[in-house]
Each structure stands twice: as C-alpha cells, then as structure tokens.
C-alpha cells in the first residue's frame, strides 16, 4: 500500500518562527512513519536550505512551479533543470497560477511534459470555481483541465492529481466529502481512459483547499483518496504534525 501523501505548500511564506523551528518541531515527529509520506514545497529561496536540513530525513522537497524552458531568458522563471538537483516534486497549474498569473492549460501541459522528463514528480492541480459549481459545471471543467494538461505525455511514470476546489481554498471550509468523493471518481476514470488500467499504480489523487486537523479524517478516509496538500495549515508546525499524526492513526 502507498503512503499517504501530506505536501505542505507555503506559498510566499515561511512558518511561524521559521524554519528551523519548523523543522526542529516536525522532523523528531517524523520517525518510522509507517502510513504517511510527509513532503514541503516552500518558497524558491528556503530550497537549497531545506535540501540541507531535511537529509537523512523522510520528508520530501518539491518547488511550487517551474517554466517549461529549459534555459534562457526568462527573467524571474526556474527551470526542471534547476531544480532536479533539490527537489522531488514540483506543484504545476496551481489555481493561484492560473487565475492570478493567467497560466493556460496549454503552458500547464508543457510544464508536466517537462517536469516528467526531468524526473519530477509533477503535482497537477485542478478545480472549478464557485460560478461553474453553481452551474453543474465542476465534472467537465476538471476532465478539460485533465485532459490538456496531460496530453503531452503519453504514460507518466509517476503523477499526483491534486483536486483543489477554488470556493474552498483559503476559505477555512473545505469541500464536503460527498463531493470530494464525487471528483475522485471523475478524476480516477479520466486517467483509466487516458492512461489505462496501469494508471491504478502511477497515479495519485489527493486533495486541497483547507485542510486541516479537524476535517483531515473525513478527507483521508474517503475511497481512492491518497492523501492531501495543505496551505496555511501547513505553516504551523502544531497543526501539520497533528494531521500527520491523525492520518498514521487512522490508516493503521
């Protein structure tokens, strides 16, 4: 069975009392996991750091985006390239991506084409806003998000599909887990018609959109769920450490 995936995502931010804090709060907790597979996507800068800090530990180091370029002059972008030597994962399509930086899913597409062929895990986020919920519209927006922002690979060694909802990220209510379940499954059959029966093994879905101790056990224990990315929870690591805890509890 997989471990459950728990990637911290700290946007433009550090934790509270920093870092080292953070980790000197987090990693003595972090010993034989047996069910939980921890992860951190901080800022650019922190990367480096963080590569240092969390060696020999289990905790996974991802980027929160990339440029589909491999070099060049792209002023403020980093590149696949520059970031295999660190990291593991890479976030791609974000919500915050696409609708404050106006990211296509055709720029999406390219961006897990390249992560894949650098070896990085690629985090692919997808979800409808409040408008096309009300609409009836969440099924088909999630499958048009799939569908082109993977059509540049053919069969991913490894994929993470995070289902992240625009009305609940940052809200502090999360999605119900009738709904949750309900893209799950529209997720998982998309991925069964793209990439087959092999996609059971290679593909990941977790969730997104404030998450947090108190509703991580009606999220973690839904069908087909493996696991979860977390924002402003994440930066305390109380908080972080308790939904880790839940999720080691509850799955053993």
Same mark, same amino acid.
């Not at 934790?15 to 804090?21: E, L």
């Not at 980027?63 to 696949?80: K, P, V």
């Not at 986020?125 to 408008?131: L, Q």
């Given at each position: ?119 990085? !895990? *690629? ?9 096309? @919920?009300?609409?009836? #519209?969440?099924?088909?927006? /999630?499958? =048009? ?30 999605? !119900? *887990? ?9 997720? @998982?059959?998309?991925? #069964?018609?793209?990439?087959? /029966?092999? =996609? ?53």
């Amino acid at each position: 069975m997989d471990k459950k995936l728990v990637i911290a995502n700290w946007k433009m931010n550090i934790p509270s009392k920093g870092i080292d804090h953070f980790l000197k709060s987090v990693i003595p907790e972090m010993t034989n996991l047996q069910y939980v597979q921890p992860g951190i996507c901080p800022p650019y800068l922190f990367i480096p750091q963080l590569f240092e800090l969390l060696d020999n530990s289990s905790i996974l180091l991802g980027a929160q985006n990339l440029h589909y370029e491999d070099n060049g002059a792209f002023t403020g972008e980093i590149s696949a390239q520059l970031l295999e030597t660190y990291c593991s994962l890479v976030i791609i399509g974000h919500s915050e991506r696409r609708h404050l930086f106006h990211e296509t899913d055709e720029e999406i597409s390219k961006k897990i084409q390249t992560a894949s062929h650098f070896n990085l !895990t *690629p985090i692919l986020c997808v979800g409808e806003n409040i408008t096309e @919920r009300k609409n009836n #519209l969440s099924s088909k927006i /999630v499958t =048009s998000q799939l569908i082109t922002g993977l059509s540049k690979i053919k069969k991913p060694n490894k994929l993470i599909i995070a289902y992240e909802p625009l009305w609940a990220i940052g809200s502090g209510n999360a999605a !119900t *887990p009738t709904d949750i379940e309900l893209m799950v499954k529209v997720i @998982r059959q998309v991925m #069964l018609e793209k990439f087959g /029966v092999e =996609s059971q093994n290679t593909v990941q879905i977790i969730y997104g959109g404030s998450v947090s101790e108190d509703n991580i056990t009606k999220i973690i224990t839904l069908p087909n769920m493996d696991g979860v990315l977390v924002g402003n929870a994440s930066l305390d690591p109380l908080q972080y450490n308790n939904i880790i805890k839940n999720i080691e509890t509850i799955t053993t």
